[in-house]
């Protein structure tokens, strides 16, 4: 058991695991991006999935548990291997140059530990919002469920809210942007070749997450909610 420990906390085995937990929260982000888009489907889908969901009772709670221990063990990674670093070199430069290359210095890359830092505090109030708040409960097919639907709407409506949102899936894209290359790196992925697609491929993945996150709020805020053409909302 010391030894795995050992290799986990190695300089080795840190990489390896910022990569790894990088990867399932990337995996996460899709996924919850497709449940999002339930928004759009049926009239009844977005509650329809939020409450298959609760349904799973202690498997949603496992689930959500080993997610927070998955982003709570990336964040600490993360931020104790941007602190080596300023440890490191503690002398900032005067003018900053890239060499460009299998570095991939950007600003995406330069500003990790920042936007890593706004997007866990804007899941604490996410959270607060929407997976912990208390909606209105609405009956569908004699079913009592919550109307997160209604719930979102309403949320989005508010220029606070609509566009304080989008800022932070602005910031997401740009964390996804070096993030994506550099977890896959961090897992072995090695080549000249190889890492220029990975930066390819997820510059594209931090462009769509983005859009699709940010997408749902400004369609809702200029749409009007429940006047917007492809929003149906759920009869009381």
Same mark, same amino acid.
Request: glycine share 12%; net charge positive.
């Given at each position: 058991?010391?030894?795995?420990?050992?290799?986990?906390?190695?300089? $080795?085995? +840190? @990489?390896?695991?910022?990569?790894?937990?990088?990867?399932?929260?990337?995996?996460?982000?899709?996924?919850?991006?497709?449940?999002?888009?339930?928004?759009?489907?049926? $009239?009844?889908?977005?509650? %329809?999935?939020?409450?298959?969901?609760? %349904?799973?009772? *202690?498997?949603?709670?496992?689930? +959500?548990?080993?997610?927070?221990?998955?982003?709570?063990?990336?964040?600490?990674?993360?931020?104790?291997?941007?602190?080596? @670093? +300023?440890?490191?070199?503690?002398?900032?430069? %005067?003018?900053?140059?890239?060499?460009?290359?299998?570095?991939?210095?950007?600003?995406?890359? +330069?500003?990790?530990?920042?936007?890593?830092? $706004? =997007?866990?505090?804007?899941?604490?109030?996410?959270?607060?919002?929407?997976?912990?708040?208390?909606? %209105?409960?609405?009956?569908?097919?004699?079913?009592?469920?919550?109307?997160?639907?209604? =719930? $979102?709407?309403? #949320?989005?409506?508010?220029?606070?809210?609509?566009?304080?949102? #989008?800022?932070?899936?602005?910031?997401?894209?740009?964390?996804?942007?070096?993030?994506?290359?550099?977890?896959?790196?961090?897992?072995?992925?090695?080549?000249? @070749?190889?890492?220029?697609?990975? &930066?390819?491929?997820? #510059?594209? &993945?931090?462009?769509?997450?983005?859009?699709?996150?940010?997408?749902? *709020?400004?369609?809702?805020?200029?749409?009007?909610?429940?006047?917007?053409?492809?929003?149906?909302?759920?009869?009381?």
């Amino acid at each position: 058991m010391s030894q795995i420990l050992t290799a986990l906390t190695s300089q $080795v085995g +840190r @990489k390896y695991l910022t990569g790894l937990t990088g990867v399932l929260l990337m995996l996460f982000v899709v996924v919850h991006l497709t449940g999002n888009l339930a928004m759009f489907g049926d $009239v009844h889908a977005m509650n %329809e999935y939020s409450h298959f969901l609760h %349904e799973l009772g *202690p498997l949603l709670w496992f689930a +959500r548990i080993g997610l927070l221990v998955i982003f709570v063990a990336h964040i600490y990674i993360g931020i104790s291997i941007w602190l080596n @670093k +300023r440890k490191a070199r503690p002398q900032k430069y %005067e003018v900053y140059s890239s060499k460009g290359g299998p570095s991939r210095q950007t600003l995406s890359s +330069r500003s990790m530990a920042f936007t890593g830092v $706004v =997007l866990l505090i804007f899941i604490v109030f996410h959270l607060r919002t929407f997976a912990f708040g208390e909606p %209105e409960m609405v009956s569908i097919g004699g079913v009592m469920m919550k109307d997160i639907k209604s =719930l $979102v709407i309403a #949320t989005f409506q508010s220029p606070g809210y609509a566009f304080g949102y #989008t800022f932070v899936m602005l910031l997401l894209g740009v964390h996804l942007g070096h993030g994506f290359w550099s977890a896959f790196v961090s897992l072995g992925f090695s080549g000249k @070749k190889a890492t220029a697609t990975l &930066y390819t491929i997820g #510059t594209i &993945y931090a462009v769509v997450m983005a859009f699709g996150f940010l997408f749902i *709020p400004l369609y809702i805020y200029f749409g009007g909610g429940c006047d917007a053409a492809l929003i149906q909302c759920v009869e009381p």
